[in-house]
C-alpha cells in the first residue's frame, strides 16, 4: 500500500557530501514522522534522525553540526544532506515512514525503505 524509495548513496571522500532523497507513494494522507536509520556492518541499526510533520528535528549525536534532515510534504519526501562525511558513516542508510495514515482509514502504518549504501572512503 505504501512504498519508500531511496536514492543517493554512494562512494564519497573523506569530507565529502551527498543527499540523500526518500519517497513514499501510495493513497497517504498523512504522515507523522520521516527519518533516517544506518546500519553498518556488525552494528545495531540507529537513529541518524527524524523529522515530524510539525517540524520538530532530531538527530543522533555523532552527526549533529554535519547532516540536516529536511521534508517536502507536498510530495511525501524526506531528505538528508550529508557534510563532511566521516568513513564511521559508512553504512545502509534506511529511510522510515511512522504513523502513516491512509486516505480513507484509520490505520496508521510504520514503513521501511529498503536501504542505499553509503561509503566513505579514499
Known amino acids: 500500500q505504501v512504498q519508500l524509495v531511496e536514492s543517493g548513496g554512494g562512494l564519497v571522500q573523506p569530507g565529502g557530501s551527498l543527499r540523500l532523497s526518500c519517497a513514499a507513494s501510495g493513497n497517504i494522507f498523512s504522515i507523522a514522522v520521516m527519518g533516517w536509520y544506518r546500519q553498518a556492518p556488525g552494528k545495531q541499526r540507529e537513529l541518524v534522525a527524524a523529522?515530524?510533520?510539525?517540524?520538530?528535528?532530531t538527530y543522533a549525536g555523532s552527526v549533529k553540526g554535519r547532516f540536516t534532515i529536511s521534508r517536502d510534504d507536498a510530495k511525501n519526501t524526506v531528505y538528508l544532506q550529508m557534510n563532511s562525511l566521516k568513513p564511521e558513516d559508512t553504512a545502509v542508510y534506511y529511510c522510515n515512514a511512522d504513523q502513516v495514515l491512509l486516505t480513507g482509514s484509520d490505520r496508521r502504518l510504520e514503513v521501511w525503505g529498503q536501504g542505499t549504501l553509503v561509503t566513505v572512503s579514499s
Open positions: 523529522i515530524t510533520s510539525g517540524g520538530l528535528l
